[in-house]
């Protein structure tokens, strides 16, 4: 730590809003901070994603019940979970560890690490919103996971997997589901409703929202491409290189989502980080949702937004360079209007914008969060996959604690970088 009156200097790469998030704890926390992102603020992932605080998804990604399954989705080119053939032979690795992250003990292990962060992640957004003035863009309204024709059997089966696992949640009957939500299909014959559970009606307003605050408190934002970190091993200052300039600081953060692998290897750190590609389809019509809906059978999600509906969803491996595949936007359309009939009635798929957006993931579903061991004035917070919303705010506050030397909340040994090692 600096013996000025201020801790130091710190930048943060990736303006996403696990980068700003964390940027806003840092700097209300005495440091001076600046944000490098290549883009500028919201770019990437947290720009386009359904929205969803999604604090009921306490199940890691690698399920063995989804085996048999795997291979015919893979090869699906609109299936929701889909590997692109030409980028097979480079996912095999990350998808080896993600078998083997199903075997029970990884699975349950993996599983109370996500209920740690999911715990708390919604009082933390709700005090971030409020500090930067934007407590709008946060509805508590609960969340639905609707079946369509699904036997009783296995939704009273889904229904008790999430009840056991802590996660709050009523098993709703059809009648139940139109009274809350009366613009669903008739064809919905049960839901689970989360109760605890929140959605943003614009996340990339958000990303806005957290950078005038930043801002305000007197950060920094630069956008330039971070090219080159040159660390030593010491607590010495670190030096950074971009396509425009260089620059020192003290303390580093990686945040930079999907694009974090090869920081994480100048750093000397291997990590099994891949995107699975997920799109969007924004509809300019507004439902008259109170809160997202996702479909058990159709395996995507409605959103409720201030500019529109956003239908999002969908697993793609095909990494970071491949362009947007309209047909996979697009196929979320003929989804959304089986379940709102009524608003997609004269609405074609024509009428809604395409958008695709990298998650960034680790085969055991967990984020990279905490301090490099190799370099003690290194930090990581990437990785957040299918749930970078909902832990952005927690893990601001997790790594703050961490930056500042002080006992995390929670134990962050699930998280650690060399966990892979
Ligand atoms: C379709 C879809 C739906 C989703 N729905 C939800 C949801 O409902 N709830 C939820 O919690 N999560 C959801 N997610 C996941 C969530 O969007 C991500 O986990 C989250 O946005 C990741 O945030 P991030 O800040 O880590 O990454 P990003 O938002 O991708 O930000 C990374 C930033 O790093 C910058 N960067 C990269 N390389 C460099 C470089 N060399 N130099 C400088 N800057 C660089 C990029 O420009 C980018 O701005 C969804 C994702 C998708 C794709």
Not at 46 to 65: C, I, M, R, W, Y
């Amino acid at each position: 730590m600096s013996t000025n009156t201020h801790p130091g200097t710190l930048t943060v790469v990736g303006a996403g809003i696990v980068g700003l998030a964390a940027a806003i704890e840092l700097q209300r926390a005495g440091f001076d901070v600046t944000i490098v992102d290549k883009e500028g603020v919201g770019a990437g992932a947290s720009k386009g994603n359904a929205g969803h605080f999604a604090t009921e998804q306490v199940f890691p990604l690698a399920d063995p019940a989804m085996l048999p399954k795997l291979p015919g989705m893979l090869m699906d080119p609109l299936g929701p979970f889909r590997i692109q053939p030409r980028y097979f032979f480079k996912a095999l690795p990350w998808f080896m560890r993600f078998l083997h992250n199903m075997l029970p003990s990884r699975r349950s292990h993996n599983s109370r690490a996500i209920k740690a962060l999911n715990q708390d992640s919604i009082a933390a957004m709700k005090s971030l919103a409020e500090f930067c003035n934007c407590k709008e863009l946060l509805t508590l309204n609960g969340s639905l996971l609707v079946f369509e024709g699904t036997p009783e059997p296995e939704v009273h089966k889904e229904y008790r997997a999430y009840a056991d696992a802590g996660v709050e949640v009523q098993l709703l009957s059809a009648d139940e589901v139109r009274a809350l939500e009366p613009s669903l299909s008739t064809n919905i014959t049960n839901a689970l409703y989360f109760t605890h559970v929140g959605h943003t009606e614009d996340p990339y307003r958000l990303c806005l929202a957290l950078e005038a605050k930043f801002k305000q408190l007197g950060g920094k934002v630069v956008t330039e491409e971070l090219v080159k970190i040159n660390s030593s091993n010491t607590d010495s200052n670190i030096r950074l290189e971009t396509n425009a300039s260089s620059y020192t600081t003290e303390r580093l953060i990686i945040a930079s989502g999907a694009w974090s692998k090869p920081f994480a290897k100048q750093l000397g750190y291997s990590v099994p980080l891949e995107t699975e590609r997920g799109y969007h389809l924004m509809m300019p019509q507004r439902s008259r949702l109170s809160r997202p809906v996702a479909s058990y059978n159709r395996k995507f999600i409605i959103t409720p937004m201030l500019e529109g509906t956003r239908l999002a969803g969908t697993v793609e491996f095909g990494g970071l360079k491949a362009p947007l595949v309209e047909a996979r936007a697009d196929c979320l359309f003929p989804h959304a209007k089986a379940l709102l009939p009524e608003l997609f009635a004269d609405a074609s798929v024509e009428d809604g914008e395409r958008w695709m957006g990298f998650r960034p993931s680790m085969p055991d579903s967990l984020p990279v969060l905490g301090r490099s061991q190799k370099q003690s004035n290194v930090f990581f917070s990437f990785g957040h996959q299918h749930l970078g919303l909902t832990w952005s705010a927690i893990t601001a506050k997790l790594l703050t604690q961490e930056v500042l030397g002080k006992q995390a909340d929670i134990d962050l040994s699930p998280y650690r970088i060399d966990r892979f090692s």
